[in-house]
């Protein structure tokens, strides 16, 4: 290859790359009310939030940083990474602002894309017009310069663009995780109203356990709390179960960089782990659900199953966390059987739990009164569409703690 040839080529590498280097925004979405908790979680990792939003955290890093959020985030939807913004007043001026864009850098000819888009304005109803104009301007472009084009469908198998278009201002990303990162990928057996895996990492983050003491989940259904917990107890991320995530559908997308990233996430220490997680359920079939999904989540042993009605859950002396997550009642008739379970669970508290920190979430704020506690916070939380509340309860060693009395004294296990 002669010298110039030589440079050329290097050049058209070095500019091929350039763009995955440069920093970018990046949105980390989220459900409504789990900003808060995803904005501490994205400290952990190193970043600095730069907005915080009703659904969105928003940070700036490179391409290669996207590997790590989708690889570590508990408590996110989806990673965003920002491409361009432009204004559009028409659909004609949307497809034409997308189709000078230089996507050729990003899809691979030979690759697939999906789209998918956010409006809120008067030129586009329904989304899938708006979807359908951006397809058909990458498309285009594809095929005006190399008589080929990549293609396209709703799965999502390769690479995703993601549209927000709201009044004339629209924001072009890259949809890094395709299919959302809410779940966690372990449940493979459901129980009663499972909770969705990334509110659970939630709750537990805002319960402050500090993996030192007790974490005690009574009426634990599929096991989603216990199970994130002892995840993040054990320092396993959640995408170690994930297989495929849109990014890799994108021409920038290098498996080695990945795979250097994600193993020096998943290096940790190896220690012995203490066996502080506790959790029952009085239902056999919600118990071999939650004992199959902690094994497949890599966390069965650390994890001690018990099947008993609540008030009967093994709470060892010390200090901890003791977490119910009760039916909240959405039936006519019901809520008037579970005022009782809800007094029951206060008791609970005063008469075993004493010295530890009581958190009940309920999307049944009249039922809540019934636990007869005062609670020390009332933290907002979504599940789906119902309004919900993490409600903390500081268990004061006081006059009733005299009841447990008959308790054995049972200190944390040592190794
Ligand atoms: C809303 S579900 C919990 C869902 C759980 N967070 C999950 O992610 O799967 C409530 C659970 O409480 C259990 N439950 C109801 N009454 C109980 C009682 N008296 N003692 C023990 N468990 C009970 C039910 O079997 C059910 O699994």
């Known amino acids: 290859m002669s010298p110039l040839k030589f440079m050329g080529f290097l050049m058209i590498i070095i500019f091929g790359t350039l763009h995955i280097m440069n920093r970018s925004k990046i949105v980390c979405t989220c459900a409504p009310e789990m900003q808060h908790v995803l904005a501490r979680e ?6 600095s939030p730069e907005q915080t939003d009703k659904k969105a955290v928003t940070v700036s890093g490179t391409f290669e940083d996207v590997y790590l959020l989708n690889h570590c985030l508990r408590t996110a939807n989806r990673v965003l990474f920002h491409l361009f913004s432009f204004n559009a007043a028409t659909p004609e001026a949307l497809y034409k602002s997308i189709h000078n864009f230089e996507w050729e850098q990003w899809i691979p000819l030979s690759g697939y894309f999906r789209v998918d888009s956010f409006t809120r304005n008067d030129y586009i109803r329904d989304t899938r017009f708006a979807n359908l104009k951006v397809k058909d301007a990458i498309v285009d472009r594809f095929q005006n310069k190399y008589k080929r084009r990549p293609d ?4 999502h198998t390769g690479a995703v ?3 927000h278009w709201v009044l004339d201002k629209v924001q072009v990303y890259v949809d890094t995780s395709g299919e959302s990162i809410a ?3 372990y449940r493979q057996k459901g129980g009663s109203a499972p909770m969705l895996e990334n509110l659970a990492a939630a709750l537990v983050m805002e319960s402050g356990w500090d993996h030192n003491s007790w974490f005690i989940n009574p009426m634990c259904g599929s096991g989603t709390l216990a ?3 002892a995840m993040m107890y054990a320092g396993i991320y959640p995408g170690s179960k994930k297989r495929y995530y849109a990014y890799m559908g994108l021409k920038a997308y290098r498996e080695s960089d990945h795979q250097k990233r994600i193993k020096a996430m998943n290096q940790r220490p190896v220690t012995k782990l203490k066996k ?9 079939r919600a118990i071999e659900a939650a004992r199959f999904n902690a094994v497949e989540a890599g966390v069965g042993h650390l994890i001690d199953f018990h099947h008993c009605d609540f008030s009967k859950t093994p709470v060892p002396e010390g200090p901890g966390v003791v977490i119910l997550n009760p039916e909240y009642g959405i039936r006519l008739g019901e809520e008037d059987v579970l005022k009782d379970q809800y007094k029951a669970i206060g008791d609970f508290f005063k008469q075993h739990c004493t010295g530890k920190k009581g958190y009940v979430f309920t999307g049944n704020l009249v039922l809540a009164k019934s636990v007869g506690l005062r609670s020390s916070r009332r933290i907002p ?7 919900c509340r993490l409600l903390e309860y500081e268990l004061y060693k006081g006059k009733s703690s005299t009841d447990r009395a008959s308790q054995p004294a049972n200190p944390p296990p040592t190794e």
């Open 42 to 47: 994205l400290e952990m990792l190193g970043f």
């Open 152 to 155: 396209t469908g709703s799965a």
């Open 161 to 163: 663009i993601f549209v």
């Open 183 to 185: 779940r966690h990928g």
């Open 227 to 229: 199970i994130e917990a």
């Open 276 to 284: 502080l997680i506790i959790a029952s359920d009085y239902d056999k």
């Open 381 to 387: 939380f979504m599940n789906g569409d119902i309004e």
